[in-house]
């Protein structure tokens, strides 16, 4: 299973980047097949690709189970993760005032060694099984000094079918204002990119927000689903 060069060029990154800038998150649908979908979940079945499972629970994160994946990862995750970050990295140049000291490298590879010459040497790429009760408290997805701004989640299961409930959430939190809540929801196929920790000031708003996802209560099935970085933890 490879990922084709053509399947990144099809994106509309000029929207992606737009709907950031306004709500700090966007749904390319249908990104992967629902074979694609199938083929990651199954690795769940295979140990040898994971770190040891966390426990949800044990850590009041919610209930449920993640996995890092180790290093070297499946090479599906591996081209994914390398062909989606230069287009990351341009929007992420353009959404945040980067001083130009802290441009980001222009491979994900010379990124990622400056994450681990800091000691950051966790791959940041996690599956996620909800069973029926299952559910994720906010939280950011920041282990460390570094971070890159954005990340992807993929939906691997299908809502309606493979699972109930079990919407993608996102939290803003401001400094002198309530937080803001928004149901992203997403289906199997879609990649979700969102803000890893803050969102880029817009227009005459506030200056900054600090920005937080979670799932909600699966009721039904189960849900799995996977979390990329572009800094390793």
């Known amino acids: 299973m490879l990922v084709a060069s053509q399947r990144f060029e099809r994106v509309n ?5 737009w709907d950031i800038r306004q709500k700090g998150y966007s749904i390319i649908p249908k990104w992967l097949t629902k074979a694609e979908c199938y083929t990651l ?20 994160f919610g209930y449920g189970q993640y996995r890092y994946f180790h290093y ?3 090479e599906f995750l591996r081209q994914l993760r390398e062909k989606m970050y230069p287009y990351l990295r341009d ?18 590879d010379e990124f990622l060694d400056i994450c681990h010459n800091a000691g950051q040497n966790q791959a940041g790429v996690m599956m996620l099984h909800y069973p029926t009760g299952g559910y994720n408290l906010w939280h950011q997805d920041r282990h460390g000094s570094l971070l890159f701004p954005l990340q992807i989640i993929l939906v691997l299961s299908e809502s309606g079918h493979d699972f109930e409930g079990g919407k993608l959430l996102v ?3 401001y400094a002198h204002k309530p937080p803001e809540r928004h149901i992203i929801g997403g289906n199997i196929g879609d990649v979700v990119v969102l803000c890893t920790a803050s969102r880029p000031k817009h227009g005459h708003g506030p200056k900054k927000s600090e920005f937080y ?8 099935g189960e849900r ?6 572009f800094h390793d933890e």
Do not use: N
């Not at 690795?43 to 629970?57: A, G, K, N, R, S």
């Not at 929007?91 to 130009?100: F, G, I």
């Open 213 to 220: 996802h979670g799932v909600s209560k699966v009721t039904a």
């Open 91 to 108: 929007m992420a140049h353009h959404l945040w005032d980067t001083p130009k000291s802290y441009h980001y490298p222009e491979t994900l």
């Open 13 to 17: 990154w000029s929207s992606v980047e």
């Open 171 to 173: 939290q803003e939190e």
């Open 41 to 60: 979940r199954d690795l769940w079945q295979t140990p040898d690709c994971f770190c040891p499972p966390i426990e949800m629970e044990h850590h009041h």
């Open 72 to 74: 070297p990862l499946p």
């Open 224 to 229: 799995y689903s996977l979390s990329c970085l």
